[in-house]
T-cell receptor, first 114, second 108 residues
Framework: EAGVAQSPRYKIIEKRQSVAFWCNPISGHATLYWYQQILGQGPKLLIQFQNNGVVDDSQLPKDRFSAERLKGVDSTLKIQPAKLEDSAVYLC????????????FGPGTRLTVT | DAKTTQPPSMDCAEGRAANLPCNHSTISGNEYVYWYRQIHSQGPQYIIHGLKNNETNEMASLIITEDRKSSTLILPHATLRDTAVYYCIAYNFNKFYFGSGTKLNVKP
């Protein structure tokens, strides 16, 4: 089966610019996650969707980050405006359901903010 | 969610068993122990999980102490491809907290 797809793989922007990341989960997976991974740290959950509804966005900096999952399939994560501290790898993952099912991760998008 | 503690790095000789410890002394009765690993420049990959009993799959074995305050992930015959960061997570169906993990270096 095809894995979780993400694009772009790399992005370099200047601070205060906007950027968007795209994720296509594994077919049939109801739950989708976005994580932020800063260099040298473990991934941190930003937002979790169950179908097209938000389950948890408690760690999403809502003043600059937004995410949507239209039709319960693909998802986009946007940062506007970007700050230097947003430089990180943004990982998308999906699972069959929530509640402890195995999460499958995409390759990530490496964002550099200059 | 219970916090987990892992050593920052470990070395292992190729072909030998790699035993990765994890301390989760504050784990509650309904929290599972999950292990993921992250090979350089890739997303994390699920390895195994358990609640009370020891578990084994094609990748690894998970040994959980009787008091559930610690566990050990065992890779029976480590290869160079097992070089990665290994994360131990205590999960109660809320959210995953990935700590900093253990960097396992498998050496020839």
């Amino acid at each position: 089966e095809a894995g979780v797809a993400q694009s772009p793989r790399y992005k370099i922007i200047e601070k205060r610019q906007s950027v968007a990341f795209w994720c296509n989960p594994i077919s049939g997976h109801a739950t989708l996650y976005w994580y932020q991974q800063i260099l040298g740290q473990g991934p941190k959950l930003l937002i979790q969707f169950q179908n097209n509804g938000v389950v948890d966005d408690s760690q999403l900096p809502k003043d600059r980050f937004s995410a949507e999952r239209l039709k319960g399939v693909d998802s986009t994560l946007k940062i506007q405006p970007a700050k230097l501290e947003d430089s990180a790898v943004y990982l998308c993952a999906s699972s069959l359901e929530a509640l402890g099912y195995e999460q499958y991760f995409g390759p990530g998008t490496r964002l550099t903010v200059t | 969610d219970a916090k987990t503690t892992q050593p920052p790095s470990m070395d292992c000789a190729e072909g030998r068993a790699a035993n990765l410890p994890c301390n989760h002394s504050t784990i509650s009765g309904n929290e599972y122990v999950y292990w993921y690993r992250q090979i350089h420049s890739q997303g994390p990959q699920y390895i195994i999980h358990g609640l009370k009993n020891n578990e084994t799959n094609e990748m690894a074995s998970l040994i959980i102490t009787e008091d559930r305050k610690s566990s050990t992930l065992i890779l029976p015959h480590a290869t160079l491809r097992d070089t990665a960061v290994y994360y131990c997570i205590a999960y109660n169906f809320n959210k995953f907290y990935f700590g900093s993990g253990t960097k396992l270096n498998v050496k020839p």
